[in-house]
C-alpha cells in the first residue's frame, strides 16, 4: 500500500511524537521531566498561605523566567551580589541591600555584622571566641521567639527587657545590638522609642520584618523610620525564591554583614549561600512585588474570597467574613463559620478531610484555634488563605469544602 505524500508526513510525524513520549519529552535537547511525579511527592492546593513547611509561595512567571535564564551562565558571584544589592537599594529607597538565604540568615548576618563591625579577625572567630568583643542583644521579653536561633548563632546572650525604663538601663559596653519583632502581638515599647534609644547608645537596632509585606511600603517604612538593618523574607509575600531574603540598612552595616557572608569561606555565612538563581530571583521578586498594589492585591483575594463565601451559602448556618491580621500576613483571609448543631463536623475536621483528599488541600493553620497569631481567634471557624492560591484553585477549595461540609449533615 502505497501513502500519499500528506499521510506519510502524518505519519512521520506521530511516530516523531511518540518517540517523544518515551523519552520523557525531550524536546529540543530540553528535558522536562515532572521532579514531583517521579519521586512520588503529593502537589497541594495551598489554601493556608506563605508558610515554610509548606514551600512558601509560588513565584510569578517573570521570576521562574528570571531563574530559568540565570541558569543558564555562570558569573562572578560576588560581582552579582554587589550588583543585585545596589540594584534593590535603589529600588527600595535604602542605603545598602544585601541578598541573604532568608529571613533568618538575615538576622544571623545582622548579628554577626554588629559584633565583628571593625574587627575583621573576629569574622573568623565567631560564634565560639567572642573575646573582647560585644556580646549582648537587647530585646524585649515579649519578642522572644522561634527564629531567636538565628541570633543565637553568632555565640550572643539576650538581654530581654519590659518597661522603657528597663530598656534605658539595659545598655553597657557589651551592647551589640538592639532587636525588635515587627509582628510581636504584645511588649509596651514602640517601634520609635526602641530605635530612639538604641541611637543614643550608639548601638545599632535590626528589625525582623520577615512576613510583613504587604503593604509594599513596609519594605522601605522601617528604614525610613531608622532602623539600621531591616530584614524580610524574599518567599512569603514576595514570592521570590524560597531560599532567598533580604537585608537592608545602613551602608557600612550592609558592608559588615557581606563580610560575614558567601562566597567568603571563613564565616558564620557560609553555609547560608545563595545561588546566582536566587540572586537573580530575588531581584527579579522585587520588580515583580513593586509592579502590584496593595489596593488591587486586597481586591483579588477579597474577589476569591467572597467567591468561595458564595458557593457555600447554603450550608445551614453558615456565615462568610473577611479577617485583616494587624501585621504579619496581612491581607484579606476567608473566615467561614457555621451551624455546628446540624453540620456536625469540626473545623479541624474540616481540614484533615482536605488534607487528606485527592486534590491535597491545605487549609490555613489558625483553621479551629483560639491562639491563631492574629487571624481569628475564633476555634469555630475555618480559616481559607486565599493569596497563594494558583488562579481558579479557590473553586477546587470552595466545591471541596462545600463536599465535605454538606456531607456532615
Ligand atoms: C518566616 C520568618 C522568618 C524566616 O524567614 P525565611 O525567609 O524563611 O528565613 C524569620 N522571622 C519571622 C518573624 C518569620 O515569619
Redesign the pocket.
Given at each position: 500500500m502505497r501513502l500519499s505524500a500528506t499521510r506519510r508526513h502524518f505519519f512521520a510525524w506521530t511516530q516523531g511524537l511518540l518517540a517523544l513520549c518515551a523519552s520523557g519529552g525531550r524536546t529540543g535537547g530540553e528535558l522536562k521531566v515532572d521532579y514531583y511525579d517521579k519521586l512520588g511527592v503529593t502537589k497541594i492546593i495551598n489554601a493556608a498561605g506563605t508558610y515554610?513547611a509548606l514551600t512558601?509561595s509560588i513565584m510569578p512567571p517573570s521570576v521562574q523566567a528570571a531563574v530559568a535564564e540565570a541558569a543558564k551562565h555562570p558569573v562572578r558571584l560576588a560581582e552579582l551580589q554587589k550588583a543585585a544589592g545596589e540594584y534593590l537599594a535603589k529600588r527600595l529607597q535604602c542605603e545598602a541591600a544585601l541578598v541573604t538565604?532568608?529571613?533568618?540568615?538575615?538576622?544571623t548576618l545582622a548579628t554577626a555584622a554588629c559584633i565583628t563591625r571593625g574587627q575583621a579577625d573576629a569574622i573568623e572567630s565567631i560564634p565560639v571566641d567572642l573575646r573582647g568583643l560585644k556580646n549582648e542583644v537587647i530585646v524585649q521579653k515579649a519578642h522572644r521567639?522561634d527564629?531567636d536561633h538565628?541570633l543565637l548563632n553568632c555565640g550572643i546572650r539576650f538581654v530581654e527587657v519590659k518597661t522603657l525604663a528597663d530598656y534605658q538601663k539595659a545598655f553597657n559596653a557589651q551592647t551589640a545590638m538592639a532587636h525588635f519583632?515587627?509582628?510581636a502581638e504584645a511588649g509596651s515599647i514602640s517601634r520609635e522609642d526602641w530605635v530612639r534609644v538604641a541611637h543614643s547608645h550608639q548601638v545599632p537596632c535590626l528589625n525582623?520584618a520577615?512576613?510583613d509585606v504587604p503593604p509594599i511600603s513596609n519594605l522601605w517604612n522601617y528604614t525610613k523610620m531608622g532602623f539600621d538593618l531591616v530584614?524580610f523574607?524574599?518567599?512569603?509575600g514576595m514570592r521570590g525564591p524560597?531560599n532567598a531574603?533580604l537585608l537592608l540598612g545602613r551602608k557600612d552595616l550592609i558592608e559588615a554583614a557581606k563580610a560575614n557572608a558567601m562566597p567568603i569561606s571563613a564565616t558564620i555565612g557560609r553555609g547560608m549561600k545563595v545561588a546566582k538563581e536566587e540572586i537573580v530571583g530575588m531581584v527579579a521578586a522585587v520588580d515583580w512585588f513593586l509592579s502590584q498594589t496593595d489596593e488591587g492585591m486586597a481586591a483579588e483575594f477579597t474577589a476569591r474570597a467572597n467567591r468561595i463565601g458564595d458557593y457555600l451559602k447554603s450550608v445551614p448556618g453558615l456565615q462568610s467574613r473577611i479577617a485583616i491580621p494587624p501585621v504579619?500576613n496581612r491581607i484579606p483571609h476567608l473566615v467561614l463559620t457555621y451551624d455546628q448543631a446540624r453540620v456536625k463536623i469540626t473545623p479541624t475536621a474540616v481540614a484533615n478531610e482536605l488534607r487528606h483528599g485527592s486534590p491535597c488541600i491545605e487549609l490555613n493553620p489558625a483553621t479551629g484555634q483560639r491562639n491563631s497569631h492574629g487571624v481569628t481567634g475564633d476555634e469555630d471557624a475555618i480559616v481559607v488563605g486565599v493569596w497563594m492560591l494558583r488562579p481558579g484553585e479557590e473553586m477546587i477549595v470552595a466545591q471541596k469544602l462545600h463536599e465535605v461540609l454538606t456531607n456532615a449533615i
Open positions: 515554610t512558601a538565604a532568608g529571613a533568618a540568615s538575615g538576622l521567639n527564629y538565628a519583632f515587627n509582628a525582623d520577615a512576613a530584614t523574607s524574599g518567599g512569603k524560597q531574603g504579619a
